[in-house]
């Protein structure tokens, strides 16, 4: 755990720009004193070939962390505005940016092989 899910107008960034910039979020997740295991970190982009929004330039991306429960608003705000601050940095062509994070309820299940 987290998983971050990246929601992006589609035309923002080429394939390849968006695999460095989930790389960049991974590596910068891992760093995290709150992650104590990478192997745990998943992060995915979802591109959105139709938005609408009331400006000039419609590029956005959104950014959900989804955690298991127990880490304090401090911790959760620090998580949410270092994200923030890399994909403004990363996605200058964007024009609306937002981070939100949610915890997950006891019903999350997960299975692997």
């Known amino acids: 755990m987290p998983h971050i899910i990246v929601e992006h107008s589609r035309y923002l960034a080429g394939d390849q ?54 880490r304090d608003e401090a911790t959760k705000k620090q998580l949410t505005q270092n994200l923030l601050d890399l994909l403004m940095e990363k996605l200058p062509e964007a024009a609306s940016f937002s981070v939100d994070i949610e915890d997950l309820t006891s019903a999350y299940v997960k299975a692997s092989r």
């Open 17 to 70: 720009h968006m695999r460095e910039v989930c790389l960049e979020i991974f590596d910068q997740m891992a760093a995290h004193p709150t992650f104590p295991n990478p192997a745990a970190i998943k992060v995915r982009a979802i591109d959105y070939s139709q938005n609408v929004q009331a400006l000039e330039n419609d590029h956005f991306v959104h950014a959900t962390i989804k955690l298991l429960p127990g």
